[in-house]
């Protein structure tokens, strides 16, 4: 799932691409989700902008094209079988490649966000000089749960359900905030203009996709997207548990070889030989 980052690390990757270059056509075939593409063929591609979730494509004629990346979308150099789009370039070819199928493209008059509702109302970007103080006095004058306040991207554009389950895991043994009216703040201590300090341990590690640990790699087959192998999850991470190991399980016996005097699930009884006794038993017919 593309987050405000990864959405981020797409557009570095397609500026230097598409900047200046006039898209000679778009091809898809679901105007529904594709929307007035048709607009911006012809077009010259001016500036790559991004707004929460959201990729602005700045073209001539006052026209910006909207991308969204939906779930799944990313953009591709190759045709694959997923892709959803092909943007005819003077030089190349583009893909947009959608597996599930719920990434957008509008292209409307620059501005012009009536058909996109989420994009008009989005508040502050969390990268660069965010504004906390407004941030802060938003989640103490609502009654909401944290995580729908900053998932209604009005305090806070572009945070997802990742970011938002991480931020507030990191905020545990701060104090029960169930309620966005509680203050979020260590113990009782107010919080200074600069905002929480980033808790241990969660320095970037190297990834594709530019997440917050790089678990959840997500890939752009663009210039400069590596190509690491993916590190599987351990499948038992999540079945240990505290308390005493459990007693390794018992392998069941072998069958016994034809013609031994013992049975290793059976009693010894006198005068029976138990590998003796298929197909017949002293207890009849088996």
Same mark, same amino acid.
């Given at each position: 799932?593309?987050?405000?980052?990864?959405?981020?690390?797409?557009?570095?990757?397609?500026l230097?691409?598409?900047?200046?270059?006039?898209?000679?056509k778009?091809?898809?075939q679901?105007?529904?989700?594709?929307?007035?593409?048709?607009?911006?063929?012809?077009?010259?591609?001016?500036?790559?902008?991004?707004?929460?979730?959201?990729?602005?494509?700045?073209?001539?004629?006052?026209?910006?094209?909207?991308?969204?990346?939906?779930?799944?979308?990313?953009?591709?150099?190759?045709?694959?079988p997923?892709?959803?789009?092909?943007?005819?370039?003077?030089?190349?070819?583009?893909?947009?490649?959608d597996?599930r199928?719920?990434?957008?493209?509008?292209?409307?008059?620059?501005?012009?966000?009536?058909?996109?509702?989420l994009?008009?109302?989005?508040?502050?970007?969390?990268?660069?000089?965010?504004?906390?103080?407004?941030f802060?006095?938003?989640?103490?004058g609502s009654?909401?749960?944290?995580?729908?306040?900053?998932?209604?991207?009005?305090?806070?554009?572009?945070?997802?359900?990742?970011?938002?389950?991480?931020?507030?895991?990191?905020?545990?043994?701060?104090?029960?905030?169930?309620?966005?009216?509680?203050?979020?703040?260590? %113990? =009782?201590?107010?919080?200074? &203009?600069?905002? #929480? /300090? *980033?808790?241990?341990?969660?320095?970037?590690? !190297?990834? @594709? $996709?530019?997440?917050?640990?790089?678990?959840?790699?997500?890939?752009?087959?663009?210039?400069?997207?590596?190509?690491?192998p993916?590190?599987?999850?351990?499948?038992? %991470? =999540?079945?240990?548990?505290? &308390?005493?190991? #459990? /007693? *390794?399980?018992?392998?069941?016996?072998?069958p !016994?070889? @034809? $013609?031994?005097?013992?049975?290793?699930?059976?009693?010894?009884?006198?005068?029976?030989?138990?590998?003796?006794?298929?197909?017949?038993?002293?207890?009849?017919?088996?």
């Open positions: 799932m593309p987050e405000l980052p990864e959405v981020e690390t797409t557009r570095k990757k397609l230097p691409l598409l900047r200046g270059k006039t898209l000679l778009l091809l898809h679901d105007p529904s989700r594709y929307r007035n593409t048709e607009g911006a063929e012809g077009e010259r591609v001016l500036d790559l902008e991004r707004r929460g979730k959201f990729l602005l494509f700045a073209l001539t004629g006052g026209k910006e094209m909207v991308v969204h990346l939906g779930m799944t979308g990313g953009f591709r150099r190759e045709k694959t997923h892709a959803r789009v092909e943007f005819v370039l003077e030089d190349g070819r583009l893909f947009f490649h597996p199928r719920f990434g957008r493209i509008w292209v409307v008059e620059r501005g012009a966000y009536g058909e996109i509702p994009l008009a109302r989005l508040g502050p970007e969390p990268l660069g000089a965010f504004p906390f103080p407004p802060y006095q938003g989640l103490k009654r909401k749960p944290l995580k729908a306040l900053l998932l209604e991207q009005r305090l806070a554009a572009g945070v997802g359900n990742i970011y938002a389950d991480e931020a507030l895991f990191h905020l545990r043994g701060r104090g029960p905030f169930p309620r966005g009216a509680k203050p979020l703040a260590p %113990r =009782g201590k107010p919080l200074g &203009g600069g905002g #929480l /300090p *980033p808790p241990p341990g969660s320095e970037e590690r !190297p990834g @594709r $996709g530019g997440g917050p640990r790089g678990e959840h790699p997500f890939r752009q087959d663009l210039p400069a997207a590596g190509r690491r993916r590190e599987l999850p351990d499948p038992a %991470r =999540g079945l240990r548990a505290k &308390g005493p190991p #459990l /007693p *390794p399980l018992r392998r069941p016996h072998p !016994p070889p @034809r $013609g031994r005097a013992e049975h290793p699930l059976l009693p010894p009884v006198p005068g029976v030989d138990w590998g003796a006794c298929a197909p017949t038993s002293p207890w009849g017919a088996t």
